[in-house]
Nanobody, 128 residues
């Protein structure tokens, strides 16, 4: 049974930092691309960042490039999202996602339909 469990969300002031973690189980983690998406109230699900199974490639939304860093530890079956210089517009529920068929097309990393499994989400709130 695939499980993705996000943690690390919370309330932070603008300019602050948070590190999200996603613990994975129930599948061969090292063979899956991993992504982070977010959804703000009243808005559609939005791509944030993704990382290939081999850690060689990372992808970022323009809105977070230079502020957020995605990483993974295949030995620990975990993926992380380091979020720095947070802005109020980063406020959303953040979801971890796993995809076995994302590669090799780079464009697939950006779309939710490429991912097979999702976590329950963790709330990030950035106050101004």
């Amino acid at each position: 049974q695939v499980q993705l469990l996000e943690s690390g969300g919370g309330l932070v002031q603008a300019g602050g930092s948070l590190r999200l973690s996603c613990a994975a189980s129930g599948f061969t983690f090292s063979s899956y691309a991993m992504g982070w998406f977010r959804q703000a109230p009243g808005k559609e699900l939005e791509f944030v960042a993704a990382i290939s199974w081999s850690v060689e490639k990372t992808y970022y939304a323009d809105s977070v490039k230079g502020r957020f860093t995605i990483s993974r530890d295949n030995a620990k079956n975990a993926v992380y999202l380091q979020m720095n210089s947070l802005k109020p517009e980063d406020t959303a529920v953040y979801y971890c996602a796993a995809g076995s068929r994302v590669a090799p097309s780079s464009s697939n990393y950006y779309i939710p339909q490429s991912y097979d499994d999702w976590g329950q989400g963790t709330q990030v709130t950035v106050s101004s």
